[in-house]
């Protein structure tokens, strides 16, 4: 294949090129008086036939006589012709071909006829191509640029005189950046010169555009370039077509930022949480500085009042950071006069858009000037914040950098993402007015402060769960019991919400009765599941409003200061930790018994001698599993935490909430610490008694005797009557030894232990009866009694208070 072939087959070539056309020259009687090569090839006729023969007689068929006189005809009056006639070639046949003609003026005037001809076919493709680049440089609406190897303009077509402003002869020889500002200028022509060294094509590639000639006015363009070649593979140059693509990609953006919005705004259940997303979304996709403020009700999870009415709250500002600007003004209230726009958005419910911010009066007010993020503030958009028909707060806007005005797209994209924000915001606002109901209910129902016992030292921690968690049911309880004994309880709710907190109360208010009761730990846990399992059959079918209790885990326990014996029993409850006077840290090894409500398993108690000064720990779960660590690990950091020397108990729970909890722990944290105390041997008082007539007597003087040892020798007639009818009591209805035990400390405390499991009564005696008015004395002279079983007996005991000066009180 020749080179003129290889060169039409790759691009649009001029079939009338000298090396591709046949040509032909007639004289001016239509004889020919030259005949090419090409000629000769492309009709057949040889020089020979063709030389000196009039040109209609050899190509032209008699039908087609009159199409082609018309055609010289016109070319005769306008001196050339172009256009497509039928011809004969040496075979017959008919073949029509695209002519060019045009007159020849010889030296002695006569006019010859230089006609250049070629295949109609390739000419109709010529015209198409031709008409193709022409509509591409003067009537395609995009833009499109010829650059020489060094960058330099060649030509541009009309779009981009159009797009720069100045006239297309006018751009050739130039540089782009003459027409860009720097920035956008070095971008474009580092891919065109990428272009042209490697030869890989670039397709729609988006880049910014902003002109000189306008520079405020930010354009982002579709760029394609393509390298420019000779026949012979040397590079001419680079096109590149340049279309103007800003809506279409400020369209597709903000269609991405409320997709990003749907996944970021919304996250968690908490209002400033929730706030701060929605200003960090919009930021700087939308503006340049954000601020969300709400109405101060929304901020504490209540309610705004209907007409929006109050002052305002600004919970979360976000910005670009930049030297030259302000800082946003900080979180606080804010306040307005009447004529603000932020009264005029809240009031009328709608949105305020200002494109140019030229003065205070655009704001109503000095003050409301001094709230614009930065002195170059200069475009303002501000949305009210409605969710379900209430207005929660205003989001504010401001473009600062940004050179070009908030558009009405803009306005439809922020009142978007307030609508969407607002109701995220409704949604925490809702769960914190809910989670704070549940929190109060459960924190009325936690013991507020504990009081000083004689048995022990107390401190205590509760750390409610991260609000996302909802309310726990964990909960702990410190009980006086008699014989200056106390319990020490710890339990914990399985599930979260307002129902865990009220069977939580529940439960506490049973272990309370329970204990009161001075029923032994593990009659205590018993008698808990009991009541678990009726609530929760009370509960079937559970439904969406009262969900079904599932169980509760729990751990009693009673220390006796006077025997350094603290019996415990557990309900599926972590086991409690112990550290001796020593330092000694260690896990009590306790039968774990089921989860209160399951059934099925008995609960055991087990009694442990505590030394003076041990130290006891009480938790839930929720400490040793916070973060996700594995329980054994928590353990382990617990007792190293309550190992380290402390000066307080109070500390001792401060080391341990820092060793083992974050700052919002997924679960409720209950932590119950106890010192144990042991009563000083002057403090108590014991005997053991033969049964018979005379215990009670021999009860009456050993207590005398010892009340004025003590310095109680006021007390010694009230005493003498409640030992005297306790004894008696012991002797008429119980066998075997009589115990007698005096306890001094803000009371005198009478305990009288005998072997029987029988329970005294009080009633009252008739004027007739001769007796039975014993216990009622016990009930009129004490300020409490009761009665206590233990494994070998019951003891029956009463309390007498003292005055501050260790006397006894007047009845």
Not at 22 to 45: M, N, T, Y
Not at 63 to 73: K, N, S
Not at 505 to 510: H, I, N, P, S, V
Not at 666 to 692: F, H, I, P
Request: hydrophobic share 40%; aromatic share 4%.
């Amino acid at each position: 294949m020749d080179v003129s072939a290889k060169t039409f087959s790759e691009g649009p070539e001029d079939p009338f090129a000298v090396r591709r056309a046949a040509s032909a020259v007639l004289d001016h009687r239509g004889r020919i008086v030259g005949w090419s090569e090409r000629a000769e090839a492309l009709l057949g006729h040889r020089p020979q036939e063709a030389l000196g023969r009039e040109a209609v007689d050899l190509l032209v068929e008699p039908g087609d006589l009159g199409l082609v006189q018309e055609a010289a005809t016109r070319c005769a009056g306008e001196g050339g012709w172009f256009g497509v006639v039928p011809v004969r070639d040496r075979d017959g046949q008919r073949v029509e071909v695209g002519c060019r003609v045009r007159a020849v003026r010889r030296a002695d005037t006569e006019v010859e006829w230089f006609v250049v001809a070629a295949p109609a076919e390739e000419v109709i493709q010529w015209e198409t191509d031709r008409s193709v680049l022409d509509g591409l440089f003067r009537r395609s609406p995009i833009g499109l640029s010829v650059h020489a190897p060094d960058l330099s303009i060649l030509r541009v077509n009309r779009a981009i005189a159009r797009f720069s402003g100045i006239p297309t002869e006018q751009h050739r020889g130039r540089g782009t950046n003459e027409f860009l500002i720097p920035t956008d200028s070095e971008t474009s022509e580092a891919k065109l010169r990428e272009v042209l060294r490697t030869g890989k094509s670039a397709i729609f590639a988006e880049q910014p555009c902003r002109l000189r000639q306008d520079p405020d006015q930010e354009l982002v363009v579709s760029v394609s370039a393509f390298r420019l070649e000779d026949p012979a593979g040397r590079v001419l140059g680079v096109t590149q077509t340049v279309e103007d693509v800003t809506d279409r990609y400020r369209s597709r953006r903000r269609l991405a930022l409320l997709s990003e919005a749907g996944s970021r705004i919304g996250t968690t259940l908490d209002v400033e949480r929730t706030a701060r997303e929605l200003a960090e979304v919009a930021v700087p996709e939308l503006a340049d500085f954000v601020a969300v403020d709400l109405l101060e009700p929304v901020t504490r999870g209540a309610e705004p009042t209907p007409d929006a009415s109050g002052s305002l709250y600004r919970i979360a500002t976000h910005g670009v950071s930049l030297e030259s600007h302000q800082p946003m003004p900080e979180e606080g209230t804010l306040r307005f006069t009447p004529n603000a726009l932020q009264a005029q958005c809240l009031a009328e419910r709608r949105p305020v858009h200002r494109t140019h911010l030229h003065s205070t009066d655009e704001w109503g007010d000095q003050a409301q000037a001094e709230d614009t993020p930065a002195p170059g503030a200069h475009s303002l958009i501000m949305v009210p914040l409605a969710a379900r028909g209430l207005v929660l707060g205003l989001l504010s806007l401001w473009r600062v950098d940004r050179p070009e005005p908030f558009e009405t797209d803009d306005l439809t994209l922020a009142e978007e993402l307030a609508s969407r924000a607002a109701l995220s915001i409704d949604n925490a606002r809702r769960y914190t007015q809910q989670h704070q109901a549940a929190l109060t209910l459960q924190h009325s129902l936690l013991p507020r402060d504990v009081p000083e016992y004689p048995a022990v030292e107390i401190a205590h921690r509760y750390r409610p769960a991260d609000p996302a968690a909802g309310v726990g049911g964990d909960w702990f309880d410190v009980i006086a019991l008699s014989g200056l004994r106390v319990a020490l309880v710890v339990g914990d709710v399985v599930g979260h919400g307002i129902h865990a907190a009220a069977t939580m109360g529940r439960l506490r208010a049973a272990v309370h009765t329970l204990a009161n009761l001075d029923l032994t730990p593990d009659e205590v846990v018993s008698n808990l599941d009991e009541l678990v399992d009726r609530l929760a059959a009370e509960q079937e079918p559970a439904d969406e409003h009262s969900p079904q209790i599932v169980g509760a885990t729990c751990l009693y326990a009673v220390y006796d200061p006077a025997s350094r014996c603290c019996t415990f029993a557990r309900a599926g409850h972590p086991p409690p930790a112990v550290v001796g006077p020593d330092g000694h840290a260690r896990v009590l090894d306790l039968p774990a018994g089921p989860p209160l409500g399951l059934g099925g398993l008995p609960f055991e108690s087990t009694e442990v001698e505590l030394a003076e000064g041990s130290l006891l720990a009480l938790y839930t779960n929720g400490l040793i599993e916070a973060g996700g660590q594995d329980p054994d690990e928590g353990l382990s950091s617990l007792l190293s935490a309550l190992s380290v020397p402390a000066g307080s108990l109070e500390e001792t729970c401060k080391a341990a909430e820092d060793a083992l909890l974050p700052d919002r722990p997924a679960d409720d944290v209950a932590l119950l610490v106890a010192r144990t105390r042991v009563l000083a041997a002057e403090q108590v008082a014991t005997w053991r008694l033969d049964s018979g007539p005379e215990a009670a007597g021999r009860a009456r003087a050993l207590t005398t005797e010892q009340l004025n040892r003590w310095g109680l020798d006021e007390m010694a007639y009230t005493a003498e009557l409640i030992v005297s009818e306790l004894v008696t009591n012991a002797y008429r209805y119980a066998d075997g030894v009589i115990t007698l035990r005096l306890i001094r400390d803000r009371s005198l405390i009478c305990e009288v232990t005998d072997s029987s499991s029988t329970s005294p009564h009080l009633r009252r005696a008739r004027n007739t009866d001769e007796g039975g008015r014993g216990l009622f004395l016990v009930a009129r002279l004490t300020e409490r009694w009761g009665t206590r079983y233990g494994r070998d007996g019951k003891t029956i005991w009463a309390e007498h208070p003292l005055t501050p000066q260790g006397g006894a009180v007047t009845l």
